[in-house]
């Protein structure tokens, strides 16, 4: 059992892949280069695809997305 701020958890549980590929996702999101290369190496080592990969991709962009629509949505509102 590991801990991390306060949350402990079992270091291990989720499939080797799908850490890399979470990890690379949320490098990208935050704008890490090197942590997001380092984890797409380690996604592909890890026998993640080209479909899987970009998929974690769109992840990594919805939450930015749906804010930016939601901005727009409310300044264009306000202008009309």
């Avoid at 949320?26 to 797409?40: F, S």
């Amino acid at each position: 059992e590991t801990e991390f701020f306060g949350i402990k958890y079992k270091e291990g549980s989720l499939e080797p892949k799908t850490s890399e590929l979470i990890r690379f996702a949320v490098n990208l999101a935050i704008g890490h280069e090197h942590g997001a290369k380092l984890h797409l190496g380690n996604a592909r080592k890890c026998g993640a695809t080209q479909d899987e990969i970009w998929e974690a991709v769109v992840y990594a962009m919805r939450p930015v997305a749906a804010k930016v629509r939601n901005f727009a949505k409310e300044l264009v509102a306000e202008s009309t």
